[in-house]
């Protein structure tokens, strides 16, 4: 099993930025991709951004690309997620989740582990 823990987010004004964390323990030498989703109320939990553990290959959704940027720490097992120019239409519960495998494609399903979520909320 592999846990994730999220940290890093509140209230921030549109514009702003803020920097979430996501450590990983436990099986670690399995995960494959580390991604960050995020779910607004009413709505289906949508794609962000993910990186390859191995090489560090990165992909975002379209929404986000230009503002916010995926890294990992491979030593500290953590990935992070850097969000500048936030707009009011980011706010959502954001979920760090880790896959065994890399694929271009990333669906909620093909994720194996999943954090709690932390919330962002971004004000206009």
């Known amino acids: 099993q592999v846990q994730l823990v999220e940290s890093g987010g509140g209230l921030v004004q549109a514009g702003g930025s803020l920097r979430l964390s996501c450590a990983a323990s436990?099986?670690?030498?399995?995960?494959?991709?580390m991604g960050w989703f995020r779910q607004a109320p009413g709505k289906e939990r949508e794609f962000v951004a993910a990186?390859?553990?191995?090489?560090?290959?990165?992909v975002y959704a379209d929404s986000v690309k230009g503002r916010f940027t995926i890294s990992r720490d491979n030593a500290k097992i953590t990935v992070y997620l850097q969000m500048n120019s936030l707009k009011p239409e980011d706010t959502a519960v954001y979920y760090c989740?880790?896959?065994?495998?890399?694929?271009?494609?990333?669906?909620?399903?093909?994720?194996?582990?999943w954090g709690q979520g932390t919330q962002v909320v971004v004000s206009s």
């Open positions: 989740a880790a896959k065994r495998y890399y694929s271009s494609s990333n669906y909620p399903h093909e994720y194996d582990y």
């Open positions: 436990g099986r670690t030498f399995s995960i494959q991709t």
């Open positions: 990186i390859r553990w191995s090489g560090g290959t990165t």
